[in-house]
């Protein structure tokens, strides 16, 4: 079945404390990418991915972090997580371009 | 500056009626949209898109128009079904970049 896994599904850290937030896809997708989503903002853009080793900042990246070692995974990370980064983050994939994105599920973070 | 505004919040139907969730946008360089359907604890999921060389484009009970002078796109839902409740984001792709521009959603409920 083709799909996007991220894990954990929950969070509940406190600050400081690195975490990370797996993103697979067996879809043998190019592109990736990272969002988080809060209420009365939407969803905004954390990081994005065009290929393997190739990466970039989308609308808030600040306090995170991603690699792209393999095509399928592309890990978000969390050097020192602070209360406002408590939010609903999913990640995404696509074929090409940005056109059809295909989510996961989603991670519920709450820093505390 | 929100580059793509869904001004309602929500919208209630009844099943069997027509349900019309409206975005605007500010970006004239916008090429290409999409409007994603989200349900509680999952990711977005994708429903429908539209090119700017088109006005129209169907897809069974869903279709979206495009109107590129007054920069509006219209998702209409006919007949709405229970089953469409759900968070409607209509997104935006263009200007040279493969970023996706999402709006804020908006809670559609089709009362049965």
């Known amino acids: 079945e083709a799909q996007v896994t991220q894990n954990p599904r929950y969070l509940i850290t406190v600050t400081g404390k690195k975490l990370t937030v797996t993103c697979s896809q067996n879809?043998?997708?190019?592109?990736m990418s990272w969002y988080r989503q809060d209420p009365g903002l939407g969803l905004r853009q954390i990081y994005y991915?065009?290929?393997?080793?190739?990466?970039d900042k989308g609308d808030v990246p600040e306090g995170y972090k991603v690699s792209r070692k393999e095509k399928r995974n592309f890990p978000l990370i969390l050097e020192s997580p602070s209360p406002n980064q408590t939010s609903l983050y999913f990640c995404?994939?696509?074929?090409?371009?940005?056109?059809?994105?295909?989510f996961g599920p989603g991670t519920r973070l709450t820093v505390t | 500056d929100q580059q793509v505004k869904q001004n309602s919040p929500s919208l209630s139907v009844q099943e069997g009626r027509i349900s019309i969730l409206n975005c605007d946008y500010t970006?004239?360089?916008?090429?290409?949209f999409l409007w994603y359907k989200k349900y509680p604890a999952e990711g977005p999921t994708f429903l429908i898109s539209?090119?700017?060389?088109?006005d129209k484009n169907e897809d069974g009970r869903f279709t979206v128009f495009l109107n590129k002078s007054a920069k509006h796109l219209s998702l209409h839902i006919v007949p709405s079904q229970p089953g469409d409740s759900a968070v409607y984001f209509c997104?935006?792709?263009?200007?040279?970049?493969?970023?996706?521009?999402f709006g804020k959603g908006m809670k559609l409920t089709v009362n049965p």
């Open positions: 991915s065009m290929n393997v080793e190739v990466t």
């Open positions: 995404a994939s696509s074929l090409g371009g940005w056109d059809e994105q295909y």
């Open positions: 997104a935006a792709r263009g200007g040279g970049s493969e970023k996706l521009v």
């Open positions: 970006n004239s360089m916008f090429d290409y």
């Open positions: 539209i090119s700017s060389i088109k």
């Open positions: 879809m043998n997708h190019e592109y």
